[in-house]
């Protein structure tokens, strides 16, 4: 299993510019999740999904969109960035084990510039 | 108010000692609990789920006290590879499911 992919690692934009971070699973997990992390600040959740066709927002939205076609795929798009988008951006997805314990697996993030 | 909260640290000790971490938790739907860790520059990797009666794992040990919405976790012998920044997770189980971190608890070991 490739576990959780996220493209591209890096990225450089400018202000206004649109682009979409992609994520994919292989582990049939339900659950997805983006996540953006600055310093100082952990964590934030951006968008979540329970399942294909199911989105709904998280803690920081504003800004993003995303899509839930399948299983597998999730991706972030950012319609407009801003220098306040750069960011460390990782995507997540987890399943409820047999015991309820559920473990969430992290793609390696994407680092995010925007100029 | 920030749903997971937790000290910031840095917390920095010696080799050899026990340290420990809380982190308090503020919606009542809460109902999984999780320690990760993320080293420089990485992903978060789950270090141990967090259950009731409390757990142990090797050195760490994990509680939840759900009366005061807090989980703790307790580093024993620490070792210079324990050095990462500790983060508590929680699942909350509401009209929908969603996993919230905490901002994460840096701890150093020096020899």
């Known amino acids: 299993n490739a576990g959780v992919t996220q493209t591209p690692k890096f990225q450089v934009l400018k202000t206004g510019q649109s682009m979409t971070l992609q994520c994919a699973q292989d582990m049939n997990h339900e659950y997805m999740s983006w996540y953006r992390q600055d310093p100082g600040m952990g964590l934030r959740l951006i968008h979540y999904s329970v399942g294909a066709g199911i989105t709904d927002q998280g803690e920081v939205p504003n800004g993003y969109n995303v899509s839930r076609s399948t299983t597998e795929d999730f991706p972030l798009r950012l319609l407009s960035a801003a220098p306040s988008q750069t960011s460390v951006y990782f995507c997540?997805?987890?399943?409820?084990?047999?015991?309820?314990?559920?473990?969430?697996?992290f793609g390696p993030g994407t680092r995010l510039l925007v100029l | 108010r920030k749903e997971v909260e937790q000290d910031p640290g840095p917390f920095n000790v010696p080799e050899g000692a026990t340290v420990a971490f809380n982190c308090t938790y503020s919606?009542?739907?809460?109902?999984?609990f999780f320690w990760y860790r993320q080293d420089c520059r990485k992903e978060p990797k789950l270090l141990m789920s967090v259950y009731s009666s409390g757990n142990e794992d090797g050195r760490f040990t994990a509680q939840l006290n759900r009366a005061s919405q807090y989980i703790s976790l307790l580093i024993r012998d620490s070792k210079l590879s324990d050095s990462a920044t500790y983060l508590c997770?929680?699942?909350?189980?509401?009209?929908?499911?969603?996993?919230?971190f905490g901002s994460g608890t840096r701890l150093s070991i020096r020899p």
């Open positions: 919606n009542s739907a809460s109902q999984s």
């Open positions: 997540a997805s987890s399943y409820s084990g047999a015991s309820g314990e559920e473990t969430q697996y």
């Open positions: 997770v929680v699942r909350v189980y509401s009209s929908a499911s969603k996993i919230i």
